[in-house]
Every structure is written in structure tokens, then in C-alpha cells.
């Protein structure tokens, strides 16, 4: 169970840094589009720089334009000087600057002009990021509650195997706390030695997904996608599980012993 939570609780944590990665990477950013404006590009591009607001304005290179058509419209068609090639421009915003005012100047020289905020085309991709940070975040409290469950059952079988000692036990004047302690102790070494064989092949895998080329969100995330305070949390999930098991088991036990004569 711990090699599950941890490997799900990583990818949650990765999904929640590149979501937040991402958004502000995209903050302020704009894409303006002029279509067949080779012969105004340059008049645009004083029109958005004279705009309030604007911190940064780069014309993307027409081969740069002319790659992509290529991936997706074949060869001949980036060759062709019969396809209008639109005339793409980065440009960059502070927060406070609005975007329809420098659409507005745009287009009083390139009237077809188009000015798209990265974040609403990245839109749909942090949706699903957070949707698939939640379902994580679900899944390791469902993973949680079933720890919790599996160690109450384990106690409980402890307990029934062992009723005659404890009889004889109390018979000699044990208490219910020196009782419930050994039960505690026994399932919390367990707990622990399970939790550090499920972290460390955890770890083993995270490691083999980390090191695999061509991941989609590491590239946009433009780094690796664990803090070292990430890091620090799924170090910490074996002892939270120890601790959680060595709780529930005193419960247990405790709960127990109450209707031991």
C-alpha cells in the first residue's frame, strides 16, 4: 500500500507543479495573428509596441512558421507560395494592461489582426491537470482509509490468536495499556518495515519514470517536476503510515480489552 501512495501522491504533486508551472509561465503572454500581413508586420509591430502595457514584442521567424506547417500540412505545402502564411508575433503583457486596447491599435493597421492569450489556449490542459491533481489527492486518502482498515483487521486477528495469553496475562495483573503497548509495538514495527520496502521501490520506479526521455510535462514544467519540499513530503508519508498505524492499533486494542473479563 505504501509503494501505491507514494507513486500516487508523487504524480499529484507533479501534476499540481506543472499546472502551476505552466499558468505562470502563460501569465501575460499573447499570441497576435496577421493573416497575409507581410506587408503591414512592420506597422503592427509599432502599433503593439506603442500600446500601454506591453513589455515585450518578437516576431516569430517565418521559417520557424513555416517548420510547423510542415508537421502538419506536409512538405509541400510549406514550400508553397500559394498558402498565406500569417504573420506571428509574441507579446507580452503586465497585468494591468488591457488586451483590447492593444487589439484595438492593432487592428487600426491590420484590420484582420487576432490577439489570443496564451491561457485561454492552454485552458483545457490546466483543467485537466488539476482534475488529474484531485483524482490523486482522492486516491491517496482512499489508499489512507484502506491502510487504516488493513491494520484494524491485522489487530484484530493479533488479538483473537493471542486471547488465552492475554487472559493469562491480566490473570497476573497486567494492565490494558502494558497490554495494548505490545500489540502497538508489534504492529508499528511492521507498519514501518513495510512502509521503507514500499518506499524504496517507490523510489525505484519514480526514479526509471524520472529518468525516461520525452516527458510532456517535464518539458512544459521546463525542469523536474518534484521541490526538494515535495521530496521532503513523500520521505515523510512512511513515518505518517507508521504513525497512523501505531494509533489505530492502540485503538483497537484498546477497544478490545474492554469486554475482556
Not at 68 to 89: D, F, I, K
Not at 159 to 171: A, E, I, L, S
Not at 238 to 254: C, E, I, K
Amino acid at each position: 500500500m505504501m509503494f501505491v501512495t507514494l507513486v500516487v501522491a508523487a504524480a499529484g504533486l507533479a501534476l499540481a507543479n506543472a499546472a502551476r508551472v505552466v499558468e505562470s509561465s502563460a501569465a501575460g503572454r499573447h499570441s497576435l495573428q496577421i493573416p497575409n500581413g507581410a506587408r503591414v508586420a512592420e506597422a503592427a509591430l509599432a502599433a503593439a509596441r506603442s500600446a500601454p502595457g506591453v513589455t515585450a514584442v518578437a516576431r516569430v521567424p517565418d521559417s520557424e512558421v513555416r517548420a510547423t506547417l510542415e508537421r502538419w500540412l506536409g512538405s509541400e505545402a510549406a514550400v508553397s507560395t500559394e498558402l498565406p502564411v500569417p504573420v506571428l508575433v509574441d507579446l507580452e503583457l503586465t497585468p494591468s494592461a488591457s488586451a483590447r486596447e492593444v487589439e484595438t491599435r492593432v487592428r487600426s493597421v491590420a484590420p484582420g489582426a487576432r490577439l489570443l492569450a496564451y491561457r485561454d489556449q492552454l485552458g483545457p490542459l490546466l483543467r485537466s491537470l488539476q482534475a488529474l491533481k484531485w483524482l490523486a489527492l482522492g486516491l491517496v486518502l482512499l489508499m489512507t482509509a484502506a491502510t487504516a482498515a488493513s491494520v484494524v483487521l491485522a489487530t484484530r486477528g493479533a488479538f483473537d490468536t493471542h486471547r488465552g495469553t492475554v487472559d493469562v496475562m491480566h490473570g497476573i495483573g497486567a494492565t490494558d495499556e502494558q497490554l495494548a503497548a505490545l500489540f502497538q509495538r508489534r504492529i508499528a514495527l511492521d507498519a514501518f518495515k513495510g512502509g521503507i520496502a514500499g518506499a524504496l521501490a517507490a523510489g525505484a520506479v519514480l526514479l526509471f519514470v524520472a529518468a525516461a526521455p520525452g516527458s510532456l510535462l517535464g518539458d512544459l514544467a521546463g525542469g523536474p517536476l518534484l521541490r526538494p519540499v515535495d521530496l521532503l513530503l513523500l520521505a515523510l508519508l512512511p513515518l505518517a503510515a507508521t504513525l497512523l498505524a501505531t494509533l489505530v492499533a492502540r485503538h483497537t486494542v484498546t477497544k478490545a480489552l474492554r469486554f475482556v473479563l
